[in-house]
């Protein structure tokens, strides 16, 4: 049997038999250095903690975000930290479009993993890029061919304000490639119901909260990759 096999036939274990609290190694004469690609363990982050603490309501920039009803919300679209299955330098934005997920690679070799709604067919982007700036609350331009299909937003064409109801939420982060601006963000969305979905004009979608915690992250020009 494999270390790996042991520490989670005994994690397992341990469950079973309603143990409340972790596995003790030592009482098994097991130490908990890393041996080849086995990890005890992955990294804390005082921002990934309890989901009811993550998406709770708070004060941001004058708006009061809105709770999100978390346990509407499968399990894996939730921020967490994992080990990095991207392989990409520490301090790259990795978008994995078939997962849905977003990756922010870490030091060490894990990621903080967020659930994020993508592009419908016919509206996507792939490639590798920066992030060039970001914005809080950002106004919102729906681009004229948007506007041509969907006549209502007539009345924003010259700018939407930042707000609860706004479609970029409330960070943005704008992709630039060779210096050109693609079009395409990063943003928060109020519709949180349609994160691990595909169904916006290509952008990538993030919770709200998440989104701030990301830009939280974010500083000056960011890798990002789009596969």
Not at 78 to 98: K, S, Y
Not at 104 to 120: C, F, K, T
Not at 134 to 159: D, Q
């Amino acid at each position: 049997m494999s270390r790996r096999d042991a520490l989670f036939g005994l994690g397992a274990a341990a469950t079973l038999a309603g143990c409340s609290r972790s596995v003790d190694l030592a009482e098994f004469q097991i130490d908990e250095l890393t041996t080849g690609t086995v990890r005890p363990k992955i990294s804390v982050d005082r921002q990934v903690t309890q989901p009811e603490l993550m998406y709770a309501s708070f004060e941001d920039g004058g708006f009061v975000l809105p709770e999100v009803p978390f346990r509407e919300v499968e399990p894996k679209w939730r921020r967490q930290i994992v080990v990095d299955p991207t392989g990409e330098a520490p301090g790259t934005i990795v978008v994995r479009l078939e997962e849905k997920h977003l990756y922010w690679v870490q030091p060490g070799g894990d990621a903080l993993r967020y659930g994020v709604g993508i592009g419908r067919d016919g509206f996507l982007w792939s490639g590798r890029a920066n992030i060039q700036y970001g914005r809080k609350w950002p106004t919102w331009k729906p681009p004229a061919e948007m506007i041509k299909r969907r006549p209502e937003l007539e009345k924003w064409r010259n700018g939407q304000p930042g707000g609860l109801d706004n479609p970029l939420g409330a960070r943005a982060l704008y992709i630039f490639k060779d210096g050109t601006d693609t079009g395409f963000r990063v943003h928060g969305s109020p519709e949180w119901w349609t994160i691990g979905q595909a169904m916006s004009s290509g952008c990538v979608r993030m919770i709200n909260q998440d989104v701030i915690d990301l830009y939280n992250r974010v500083n000056g020009k960011t890798p990002i990759v789009v596969v």
